[in-house]
């Protein structure tokens, strides 16, 4: 499910003692939900702007390119003109 080791050895721990309140089991979970639905936001804005940026490339023999133009920071918002 994504945990990080030391999210597991957290989980394996709780896992054997039979003491323990579930709430931090549930805790556990929810943060991990929580992680996880700030990455998906972070890929989809990332596939967002590399599906714009594949949009305005020609694809062609041409050498310009927006995609290598926005890495370099001269694209959109970049150093617009600094080489």
Known sequence: MGFSLEA???LLDLWRDRGRASAEVKQMALDH??????????LQAMSRTL???AEA??????PDCPILDD????GPGGNCGKQ
């Open 51 to 53: 599906s714009h940026l």
């Open 57 to 62: 490339c020609h694809g062609d023999d041409r």
């Open 8 to 10: 597991i050895g957290g």
């Open 33 to 42: 939900v929580a992680a996880l639905e700030r990455k998906i936001a972070e």
């Open 71 to 74: 890495l370099a920071g001269q």
